[in-house]
């Protein structure tokens, strides 16, 4: 199993044993001991900028899945899930006024990255947005 953290902040940056720690934990709970993941922590500048160019949406958004399952060459190593970006300053405003600590809140963009690298997608309608959350709070179980 490999999980690549990188943080291009300087300030505030997420606890990269911790994470690491989460992944572990969710993906042997799911039976992928061999995959490998990327996740980054950018700021919100930087976000805007991915969410324009991936998705042409010129606002920031908490997170952001690159799965390799997807395309022509998806099977060309099943290991590879994707990476994972979320922006730190969103997570932390939607912490806050969610009322929750920013741990938790990373929790839950680390599981929702996933859950979208495993081929889930909220966007894809009703039913697909309740699979995916039900998914989800799977995931976001183990890690309690």
Same mark, same amino acid.
């Given at each position: 199993?490999?999980?690549?953290?990188?943080?291009?902040?300087?300030?505030?940056?997420?606890?990269?044993?911790?994470?690491?720690t989460?992944?572990?934990?969710?993906?042997?709970g799911?039976?992928l001991?061999?995959?490998?993941?990327?996740?980054?922590?950018?700021?919100?500048?930087?976000?805007?900028?991915?969410?324009?160019s991936?998705?042409?949406?010129?606002?920031?958004?908490?997170?952001?899945?690159f799965?390799?399952?997807?395309?022509?060459?998806?099977n060309?190593?099943?290991? %590879?899930?994707? &990476?994972?970006v979320?922006? @730190?300053?969103? /997570?932390e405003r939607? *912490? =806050?006024g969610?009322? $929750?600590t920013?741990?938790?809140?990373?929790?839950?963009?680390?599981?929702h990255?996933?859950?979208?690298? %495993?081929?889930? &997608?909220?966007?894809?309608? @009703?039913?697909e /947005?309740?699979?995916? *959350? =039900?998914k989800?709070? $799977?995931?976001?179980?183990?890690?309690?």
């Amino acid at each position: 199993m490999t999980i690549r953290i990188k943080s291009s902040l300087r300030k505030k940056k997420p606890a990269a044993a911790r994470i690491r720690t989460r992944f572990q934990t969710l993906l042997q709970g799911i039976g992928l001991h061999d995959a490998e993941l990327s996740v980054s922590f950018i700021g919100d500048r930087a976000m805007r900028k991915l969410n324009y160019s991936w998705r042409g949406k010129d606002k920031t958004t908490d997170v952001l899945s690159f799965s390799f399952r997807e395309g022509a060459f998806a099977n060309v190593r099943p290991e %590879l899930l994707g &990476d994972i970006v979320i922006s @730190v300053p969103t /997570a932390e405003r939607q *912490a =806050r006024g969610a009322g $929750q600590t920013a741990a938790s809140e990373l929790d839950r963009l680390l599981v929702h990255g996933l859950v979208h690298l %495993l081929g889930y &997608d909220h966007e894809r309608g @009703v039913q697909e /947005a309740r699979r995916m *959350a =039900r998914k989800e709070q $799977q995931l976001l179980k183990m890690l309690a």
